[in-house]
Structure formats: C-alpha cells, structure tokens
C-alpha cells in the first residue's frame, strides 16, 4: 500500500499527527500547521509576538551550540537550568517574562524537530493562543482548498520508548484551527474529528488542558503557570512563519490567491 491512500488529497483541511503528517501530505501548494501546545508552538507565538527570531531544531542534537553560533543567536536552556544570564528556555512563562531577545535557537523533540524538517510548503505554528489568527492567515491565502490544502499536524509527544503519544492538548489546538476556517473548507474525516473534539471541550478548555497528562506532567514539575498561558485561547495575534530557516511575524495583510 502506498503513501497516497493516507494523504487525504479530496480534503483541503487536513489533520495528521506527528512528523510523518508533513512527510505524507505536504506539498510545495500547501500551509503546514504545527501544533505543540505544551509547549513549543505556546513558546514560539508569544516570542514571535515580542519581536524575537525563533530557530527550530533537532532534540537532542549535539551541535546545538554550533547552530547558534552560525545563525548569531541564543541557544534556549532547559526550564531548570534558566537563571538571570540565560532566561529563555521552551518555557512560555519565562519567554514572557524575560528580556526580548532577537534571536534565540529553541530546540524540542516534538514541534521542533517537526518544523526542522520540513522542506516544502508554507510552515506555520499555533497554538491555543493564536488558532484564529493562524485560520484567518491561512484563509486570507487561499488555503484550505484541495489544490492548496491546509494542513494541521498535532505534534504529540513521546512514550519513553520514543514512540509517539498522542496529546489531548496538541488534539485541541488542531481543532481549534480547524473550527475557526470557513464552514464551506473541505474537512477530511480526520480533520472533522479534531475539530468534534475541540467543540466538546471548548466550554472547559481551561479544565482539560489542566487534567490532561501533559498538563498533569507540567504542573506536578512545578510549570503550572506554563500550563495557564496555554490554555487562554486567541489572546495572541502572531502568526510565527517560517522564513529562512527561522519563525517570524507573517505579513498578516490579505493576498491574493
């Protein structure tokens, strides 16, 4: 069996999970939409929406540092290693609250390692935060269609075996992207599922994000405001794109299509 009968090509908003969503769907014509919700995508809006660069990368990877160096920017650390000469880490909360920085190199398994790889189309990340901002950029170009699809990858995270672990908040960030495009947009099934799934829990979002495992994992370590930030839905107009390697504020003016 080919690659082709998992592509959904009669849909134009499409919905796949992990990185071998972009690999099997993506196309030059098409918006590829990474939802990490806790926490890589929450990270990269509100740093995009400060002014910062933000560069994808492999985690773990050993030449992180020489990536920064190469590209003038600052490598993140992890949420316990931040102190007052390296604040940045994947953390929201911290993004939030420490100085802006131009560059900044933000290196995670999951949305990340996503973005990192993908070499063909428009790439784009969201979040709770920015889902209706990101629909209407992808609407305002003309994605959405079957020559032009959308499509929305919930990242997911990962079993200690390495192998993928689907995420109710990455399911929930997905729909809400989904709901928020035009009706007359062609869902594939997988697309309407996600889409079913944030409208059942969009009444207590707050809730599930929370006691959900991932937020359960955030929380009990002691990030439960990184959790809080999440779960606040289009409090953020950024829409980071990925321009030459880096995610940057898109042009948010309507195109032609």
């Known amino acids: 069996m080919t690659a ?22 993506s196309g030059p014509a098409a918006a590829v939409v990474i939802v990490d919700v806790l926490s890589f995508t929450t990270a990269v809006t509100v740093a995009v929406g400060r002014g910062t660069v933000i560069y994808p990368h492999l985690w773990p990877s050993p030449d992180t540092e020489s990536f920064a160096r190469a590209h003038q920017a600052v490598c993140a650390v992890r949420r316990r290693a931040v ?20 560059r900044l190199v933000l290196a995670s398994p999951n949305g990340s390692a996503i973005a990192a790889q ?36 919930a990242a997911g995270e990962r079993w200690p075996s390495g192998e993928l672990r689907p995420a109710l908040e990455d399911l929930l960030g997905a ?22 799934a944030w409208h059942a829990h969009r009444s ?5 994000i929370q006691s959900c495992s991932s937020g359960q994992e ?20 950024a829409v980071p794109l990925l321009t030459d390697g880096a995610f940057r504020q898109a042009n948010l003016t309507p195109q032609p299509t």
């Open 175 to 196: 729909g809400a992207v989904i709901a928020a495009l035009p009706p007359e947009l062609r869902r594939s099934p997988e697309a309407t599922s996600a889409e079913a």
């Open 118 to 153: 993908i070499t063909a189309g428009a790439v784009v990340v969201a979040c709770l935060r920015n889902a209706t901002a990101v629909a209407r950029w992808l609407s305002d170009r003309g994605f959405g269609r079957s020559d032009r699809p959308a499509i929305i990858i």
């Open 83 to 102: 102190d007052a000469d390296h604040p940045w880490s994947l953390s929201p909360a911290h993004l939030l609250c420490a100085p802006a920085i131009d």
């Open 218 to 237: 955030l929380i009990d370590a002691g990030y439960a405001t990184d959790v809080d930030l999440a779960s606040d839905p289009d409090t953020d107009q």
């Open 4 to 25: 082709t009968v998992f592509a959904q090509h009669d849909a134009g908003v499409r919905f796949e999970w992990g990185l071998a969503g972009p690999v099997t769907l």
């Open 204 to 208: 207590h979002l707050a809730h599930a």
